[in-house]
């Protein structure tokens, strides 16, 4: 059963085509323009200086989306089968891609009101998304480790930037050290992936499992897998590190990794659950979706942060983008896509109102200092509220349809116990996103909080988010019928549906 | 008993023994010896596996130069005995049983349900030239975005390891 590697027609083809290149494009561009910031940043001066370099940044992620464009045009296979150019990887490239543009708008700023050295913050957030980029449209589980550590590192970087707070030392090095924990996990799983099938292309795995009975191996590798991932996204019983880290690290930076880097181990989650489809994924996925929404609304309702705060929503909301997984591939998919997206719009804006509100040094984040902003700053609390109200799931944001289909398509699928808990938990988290909102509009300000003008940049970035998610949730049939039919292509390269607890009895729970 | 086999389980003998060593000894330095046991001993087993390159590689990357990159860390940071507390005998009491049942249990999977049969010596890949058609041709784009990983750790080593106060000044 094992085939290590072919080596048939060996040199045959041994140069890449320029179909190649163009099928890594954005990735291509986001680390020229990412070198380019590298080389400016000890040429330009301290002051102005830093502004080109934000600018320059937000024209790199500009042309990534440009980029997305011309690859979007060229589907298919490239670097002998490593990285696949599909409909699923493109909604995740300009998902990605967009983040970051958000983010940099948002640290326009806030860089020089926390005084934090431009060059290094805006290079990191461009390779990043590199690794990010990669992630979602790699079909190789070697080359889905390396993106992986690049998004991850950089993430880890980024999370220690305010240099002079013992916080974001603590974050940074928790992060770091856990993070490292979880990637073991992951290159173990595959390790025994190809220690089970003898490779490591997913495609080649999904196959090879279906030929066959499946080996206990190919059991424990995913769950190995799972683990890994799951640090990733933030998922119970993987969850501990999220509200130190998120605490201390910069807000912008908070904002970012808790969509980007969430967003696309998501993305390799999907295509790891439903392309490769090994059956006992499903109680694995069904436990973590149980234990992360109700883990995550319950430890939010105690939080006095915010920071802490929208990391424990942040654990509930993967807790609601796994119930997708344990749908249905076609359904699930789709839905699972959609959340991100939505997620992604309305937890950006709501960490770019943080990360401005927080001032010099970040010491506003506590609910108290949120009192009275409907009065001192319409404009802000009234953005805040547009954000907390999608992340509630009310009708007319992006937040409901995500939470709708994602249910709807966890209802098809029969998984009505899980449909029931998630309903429940988000009735819990409806408590302390109000919370914010009443703290706001109808309560004094008992504190003095300085709150300066709105910035431009930070406009553009509510704007966009504001208008993301009001989009997403007047008119989601869009993206919905986009992230439908790449949902559709994915899973038709993949096997057809195994019924998912039936075959599941002689395997242990490991894990 | 054939030779190999004899061998075999001699270097694996010697690995878990300096795997063992390397978490007991309190000392960094002693640590980092028996780390170097491990490796070498693990080049002695790809070697017998027929994994000739991969063995060299093991002993000069592994044993060599990132053993001395540790060494060298462990001096720069002069760092002392590891003290232990409470916390420590709760994580051994844990710890110890937790790590032999998982071990025996992942052993237990990989002899019995691998799914994979054995491949005799010298069938796998580990000719050079294959190894270079892998890395060089098949795996060619994560050969070339490890460069992106590098970059980043540098930057990250320079981002957390400059001075503060020399970066921008200080808030306040």
Not at chain 1, 335 to 363: P, Q
Not at chain 1, 402 to 430: M, P, Q
Not at chain 2, 16 to 38: E, F, T
Request: hydrophobic letters at 55%; charged letters at 10%.
């Amino acid at each position: 059963m094992i085939v290590i590697a072919t080596f048939a027609p060996a040199f045959s083809q041994t140069l890449p085509q320029s179909a190649d290149y163009v099928r890594i494009l954005p990735e291509l561009v986001l680390s020229v323009f990412g070198m380019i910031v590298m080389l400016l940043e000890p040429v330009l001066d301290e002051g102005k200086g830093q502004k080109i370099l934000g600018l320059i940044a937000l024209a790199g992620t500009l042309a990534g989306i440009g980029a997305t464009w011309f690859m979007a045009q060229s589907p298919g296979l490239a670097f002998w089968n490593m990285v696949q150019v599909d409909g699923f990887s493109v909604f995740f490239h300009v998902l990605v891609i967009a983040i970051a543009a958000v983010v940099i708008l948002t640290s326009y700023e806030y860089m020089a009101v926390q005084r934090i050295r431009a060059g290094e913050y805006y290079a990191l957030i461009l390779f990043g998304v590199v690794g990010m980029a990669l992630m979602s449209s790699a079909v190789e589980l070697v080359l889905i480790f390396i993106a992986l550590e690049i998004s991850s590192i950089s993430s880890y970087v980024l999370a220690g930037f305010r240099r002079h707070e013992a916080a974001s030392a603590e974050s940074s090095l928790k992060y770091f050290l856990l993070g490292s924990f979880a990637t073991a996990f992951f290159l173990y799983g595959v390790a025994l992936m190809f220690g089970a099938t003898g490779s490591t292309n997913i495609d080649q795995i999904g196959r090879m499992l279906r030929a066959g009975a499946i080996p206990l191996l190919a059991f424990v590798a995913v769950a190995f897998l799972f683990v890994g991932l799951g640090f990733k996204v933030a998922a119970a019983p993987f969850h501990i590190w999220t509200p130190d880290v998120y605490e201390g690290a910069p807000a912008p930076v908070v904002g970012f990794m808790s969509t980007a880097p969430k967003a696309a181990a998501f993305a390799v989650l999907l295509r790891i659950v439903f392309v490769i489809n090994v059956p006992n994924t499903f109680w694995l996925i069904w436990i973590s979706a149980a234990l992360s929404m109700t883990l995550g609304n319950v430890g939010a309702l105690v939080q006095n942060n915010v920071k802490r705060l929208l990391a424990y929503s942040s654990i509930a909301h993967a807790g609601y983008l796994l119930v997708a997984f344990a749908a249905a591939p076609g359904l699930g998919t789709s839905a699972a896509m959609f959340y991100t997206a939505a997620y992604a719009a309305m937890n950006l804006g709501a960490f770019a109102v943080v990360s401005h509100f927080a001032g010099a040094g970040e010491r506003y984040v506590t609910l108290e200092d949120y009192e009275g902003l409907g009065r001192s700053s319409p404009l802000l609390a009234a953005a805040l509220t547009i954000f907390l109200l999608s992340l509630i799931g009310i009708p007319m944001t992006g937040g409901f349809f995500a939470k709708f289909y994602v249910f709807s398509a966890a209802v098809k699928a029969n998984l009505i116990g899980l449909t029931i808990i998630g309903v429940l938990n988000s009735g819990v988290g409806a408590y302390y996103y109000l919370r914010i909102i009443v703290m706001m509009y109808m309560r004094e300000s008992r504190k003095e909080v300085p709150v300066t003008p709105v910035p431009f940049a930070l406009r553009l970035a509510l704007a966009a988010c504001i208008a993301a998610t009001i989009y997403l949730g007047v008119f989601p049939s869009r993206v919905l019928r986009y992230a439908q039919d790449s949902a559709r292509q994915l899973v038709q390269q993949s096997p057809p549906e195994i019924p998912s607890s039936a075959s599941v009895s002689t395997v242990p729970e490991i894990l | 008993m054939n030779f190999h086999l004899v061998l075999f389980l001699a270097f694996g003998a010697v690995c878990v023994g300096g795997a063992i060593n390397l978490l007991a000894q309190r000392h960094p330095i002693n640590s980092a010896l028996s780390l170097i046991a491990v490796m070498a001993a693990l080049a002695g087993e790809y070697l017998l596996l027929g994994a000739e390159f991969v063995a060299a590689v093991q002993v000069i990357v592994y044993a060599g130069a990132i053993m001395v990159l540790f060494v060298f860390v462990i001096m720069l940071l002069n760092a002392g005995e590891e003290e232990h507390t409470n916390g420590s005998r709760v994580a051994i009491l844990l710890g110890v049983p937790g790590m032999l049942t998982g071990s025996v249990l992942m052993a237990w999977v990989m002899l019995r349900h691998s799914g994979t049969e054995s491949v005799p010596i010298g069938a796998l890949p580990g000719h050079p030239k294959d190894i270079a058609q892998l890395l060089f041709h098949d795996f060619l784009l994560p050969f070339e975005v490890t460069s992106v990983l590098i970059l980043i750790a540098i930057m990250g080593a320079v981002v957390l390891a400059s001075q503060p106060e020399s970066a921008a000044g200080k808030v306040d």
